[in-house]
């Protein structure tokens, strides 16, 4: 009898991760951008998210899938522009301009701007900062 129970509530949990998975925005934002990067089928990547993530963290994954848009845009700039060498390791920059640098570019590309033509903007705000 229990075991009834035991499957019902593990199918009830099963549909309840499908509907958070399959909604519009997630499958848009996150399934298919992803499904896409590792080359695998999106139904793949929903069973992957299914059997490795519980409900919370399902329901509030979206939200730091938009938060971290921002961190993931800035480490790329980070490293397109070498301001690891520029920065970290040479110092020729300070950290916080080093930090402007990927903020205004963050700030472009996640208003819209494409991401080649903002890091070529980016790079003559670079070499403006490293003239001075």
């Known amino acids: ?59 509030a994954l979206h939200a730091r899938f938009e938060q971290s848009q921002s961190i993931c845009i800035k480490e790329k700039i980070h490293a397109d522009l070498r301001l690891c060498w520029l920065s970290d390791i040479m110092e020729v920059l300070t950290r916080e301009e080093s930090d402007q640098i990927k903020n205004n570019i963050a700030r472009e590309v996640l208003n819209g701007k494409s991401y080649q033509e903002a890091i070529e903007d980016g790079r003559k705000e ?7």
Do not use: C, T
């Open 126 to 132: 670079l070499l403006e900062h490293l003239m001075r």
């Open 1 to 59: 009898m229990k075991s009834d129970s035991n499957d019902k509530d593990e199918l009830l949990l099963k549909v309840m991760k499908e509907r958070i998975i399959r909604s519009y925005r997630w499958h848009e934002d996150v399934i298919i951008p992803f499904a896409e990067e590792l080359d695998i089928e999106p139904e793949q990547l929903e069973d992957i998210l299914m059997k490795r993530m519980d409900m919370s963290s399902l329901e």
